[in-house]
């Protein structure tokens, strides 16, 4: 049983989905099977292939058909032409075979959340599987349904099966698997005899540690200056976000530092537990360009607008609009035709360029940051950060986001973490395995 | 063809076309601001059946307002239950303009008893524009119509300016293309776009009224006979802009009017049966081919 662990990104989902047919691998060499039966290739096919010479995958999202009966979605997951009460009855030998028990006749939407899960394993085995790719399938499950499930993947490969386990839970791999790979940025950072590791030793290998990066980090003074953010979790002391300082989040997707950054742009209400003070005019800068930094088909000049929206007049001059859109097109280098096209027209890094123009024109106080630099290259990455140091030296207080530690780290003044929904601080000389290790929740004092 | 006729096809191509060109132009208001207003039918009999009891009870323009209100009172229903609900956009419009049929029916009955067809209601009569209705032809096609019309074709700029001109239109059409981009730039989605819905339930609740009061003089059950999903198509072939839904609305406004002209002409190859259908034909073709280029607003009958 293989474990494969790695961040978001790292490229877990996309290696079990070349091996299951679904991607097409710029190179590299497909093996399937054993001394009996070796079929070894560049490619597969498709998902059939995959499953003509064994392989079965459990995606990371459901993807039995809720208005189906047990027996419709595992003949149409493994091919079969039998329908009917015909289907039912391989189902149910099927089911037997594996020792998984469902009924076959049950409506799949009536089934629980932990026998929707059996049945996407038996789908995944139904075509006589040896080899079972497993993509994060306990993110759904709470714990003893985890445990039923670890029970049935034990039982496949005492079977004589081999299971890939895709996770980021650390706890998972100790608990399940013999033989464990890391993988951070696509290519295997770690790999080996789960026993020979222990989760510090992984955690460093899933977020890296690259000294070197640490000096590029702007040293200055600001702790005399005037407070723009208080985060204050209850019975906690605050922590003060001040002007020209930029202050990073890192956290794991799904720890709470969106709704914590959209709270604080205004955007959100508040979570739960934390009292936030914003003292100043924000600039927010959302994570996702296309659906919600920007619409698409609206003009440079009517989403030039809509990044002002609150100090737009009633009545809307255009003219104004335009020549406030042309601004930031010559002043941050946006290579468009001009600012009546449609923004879906830019590329990803003139889009951003202008995002960013549009937020930092009116020389907000705050700047909130969620992933700017996302699917940019170098320059325009360059570019971002540029323009994200300039405000702060101009004196705004910039908090940034990326799920990208090294970026992070190379932009930040102080350092937030955030795990489970708790904020903490750590020392700006922290090193990458201590920040790691907060962010998977390793390290958190008891409160 | 003889030019008093020519005329006459002219004049009820304008006025059949009224009433489809207020309800579409609500509706383009409501789409543009990602609402699918199926209940836009049901704001139209709305309208009438308010239109027919406040005309009786205070006159004519009496019947405007409260049809107006009568209209927008079945959009509230829509925008509470898809809008603030988030229910499902093309049922609760379905439900709005089925309960519309039926609570009319009842009302009406109520109202006017089972007589009905008998029913006359003081209308708005054909005022002349001074001048302009000597023109020839032009003049008493177009200028000599009720005041319906003429608020019609000034409401199209009017429209025109709300949706492209002020804040409250570029709130509803980010509301309509990107409700997610909309609500991080600060748009509350939800408010706009119950205004949106509510604006074109007013509006299509004086095309029903516009349809008792210059067009049939009376009211009976289930009298918008599908005007309302007719303006629907328009807003497509009018690609949801004001002007366009104007134009289409003439167009479907001469397919109606065409079967005037055939029967004062005494033309009989068509059955007369095909001529009544042919607008609910031509929407249907209108639908079917897309007309081109035409883009709904990206998160039409989309809930946020």
Same mark, same amino acid.
């Given at each position: 049983m293989h474990a494969l662990l790695g961040e978001n990104g790292a490229g877990k989902t996309t290696l079990m989905r070349i091996a299951y047919g679904l991607e097409i691998p710029d190179r590299g060499e497909i093996e399937v099977g054993s001394e009996s039966r070796t079929a070894s290739r560049e490619? /597969?096919?498709?998902p059939r292939e995959a499953r003509a010479l064994g392989i079965g995958m459990v995606h990371q999202? *459901? #993807?039995?058909?809720?208005? *189906?009966?047990v027996a419709e979605n595992v003949a149409l997951a493994a091919g079969w032409r039998e329908t009917g009460r015909r289907a039912m009855s391989r189902a149910r030998e099927v089911i037997d075979r594996l020792g998984l028990?469902?009924?076959?006749? !049950?409506?799949?939407?009536? =089934?629980?959340v932990q026998l929707r899960q059996r049945l996407e394993i038996v789908q995944a085995l139904a !075509?006589?599987?040896r080899v079972l790719l497993l993509d994060?399938? #306990?993110?759904?499950?709470a714990p003893p349904e985890v445990a039923e499930l670890v029970n049935v993947i034990r039982r496949f490969a005492a079977q004589g099966g081999a299971v890939v386990l895709i996770t980021h839970k650390l706890r998972e791999v100790a608990l399940v698997a013999d033989r464990v790979t890391v993988l951070r940025d696509g290519r295997v950072a770690l790999t080996g005899s789960?026993?020979? *590791?222990?989760p510090r030793a992984l955690s460093a290998a899933m977020i890296g540690d690259d000294? !070197? /990066?640490?000096?590029t980090r702007r040293v200055s003074d600001t702790a005399e200056h005037e407070p723009r953010i208080s985060i204050a979790p209850a019975d906690q002391e605050p922590i003060v976000l001040r002007a020209g300082e930029i202050v990073g989040v890192a956290a794991v997707?799904?720890?709470?530092q969106r709704e914590l950054l959209r709270a604080i742009a205004g955007v959100?209400?508040?979570?739960?537990g934390l009292s936030l003070t914003v003292s100043g005019s924000v600039a927010f800068i959302p994570e996702d360009r296309t659906t919600e930094? =920007?619409?698409?088909?609206?003009t440079l000049v009517e989403n030039q607008a809509l990044g002002h929206l609150d100090r737009l007049?009633?009545? /809307?001059d255009w003219g104004a609009i335009a020549r406030d859109a042309d601004a930031v097109i010559r002043d941050h280098d946006v290579r468009t035709t001009?600012? $009546? @096209?449609? !923004?879906? #027209?830019?590329s990803g890094g003139n889009q951003q360029k202008f995002v960013l123009g549009r937020a930092l024109g009116r020389d907000p106080e705050i700047v909130i940051a969620e992933n700017?630099?996302?699917? /940019?290259d170098i320059r325009a990455t360059g570019a971002v950060h540029g323009r994200l140091r300039e405000a702060a030296g101009r004196g705004a207080c910039v908090l940034v986001h990326s799920s990208d530690l090294d970026e992070v780290i190379a932009l930040a003044d102080r350092l937030l973490v955030m795990h489970a929904g708790v904020l903490q601080e750590l020392p700006r000389v922290a090193s990458r395995s201590a920040i790691g290790d907060a962010m998977l929740g390793l390290s958190r004092e008891p409160r | 063809m003889d030019l008093e006729l020519l005329i006459a096809f002219g004049a009820a191509t304008v006025r059949v076309a009224t009433p489809l060109a207020l309800a579409a132009l609500g509706e383009a208001i409501s789409e543009r601001g990602g609402v699918l207003n199926l209940g836009i039918e049901g704001s139209m009999l709305a309208g009438a059946l308010g239109a027919a009891i406040g005309a009786i009870a205070g006159g004519p323009w009496a019947g405007v307002a409260l049809g107006m209100a009568a209209g927008m009172s079945a959009a509230m229903v829509l925008a509470l239950a898809a809008? &603030?609900?988030?229910?499902d956009q093309i049922i609760s419009g379905t439900a709005v303009t089925l309960g519309a049929i039926g609570l009319t029916g009842m009302i009406a009955q109520q109202a006017f008893?089972? $007589?009905?067809?008998g029913l006359a209601v003081p209308t708005l009569a054909p005022v002349g524009v001074p001048l302009l209705?000597? &023109?020839? &032809?032009?003049g008493p096609i177009? *200028?000599?119509?009720?005041p319906l019309t003429y608020l019609t074709v000034a409401l199209v700029p009017v429209v025109a300016w709300l949706l492209f001109r002020t804040r409250f239109g570029l709130e509803l059409r980010a509301a309509g293309e990107a409700p997610l981009g909309a609500a991080a730039a600060g748009v509350r989605v939800r408010m706009v776009r119950s205004l949106g819905v509510l604006a074109g339930g007013a509006l299509a609740g004086i095309g029903g009224a516009s349809l008792v009061l210059?067009?049939?003089g009376t009211f009976t059950e289930r009298?918008?006979?599908?005007r309302g999903f007719i303006a629907i198509a328009i807003v497509v072939l009018g690609r949801w802009h004001p002007v366009g839904a104007l134009l289409a609305a003439l167009l479907f406004g001469a397919a109606t009017a065409l079967q005037f002209l055939f029967q004062a002409s005494g033309i009989?190859? @068509?059955?007369y049966q095909v001529l009544l259908a042919l607008p609910y034909l031509l929407a249907l073709a209108v639908l079917a081919t897309a007309v081109g280029r035409a883009r709904a607003p990206a998160a039409l009958a989309r809930n946020e």
């Open positions: 490619r /597969l096919a498709s999202h *459901f #993807t039995s058909i809720p208005a *189906f009966t028990p469902l009924d076959p006749g !049950a409506v799949t939407r009536d =089934l629980s !075509a006589e599987a994060e399938p #306990t993110a759904v499950l789960v026993g020979a *590791f222990d000294p !070197a /990066l640490a000096e997707e799904g720890n709470g959100d209400s508040s979570p739960p930094a =920007l619409i698409g088909e609206f007049p009633r009545w /809307l001009g600012s $009546a @096209v449609a !923004a879906a #027209t830019l700017p630099t996302r699917g /940019l | 809008v &603030v609900g988030r229910a008893g089972t $007589a009905g067809a209705e000597q &023109v020839p &032809v032009l177009v *200028f000599r119509q009720s210059a067009q049939v009298m918008t006979a599908g009989t190859v @068509v059955p």
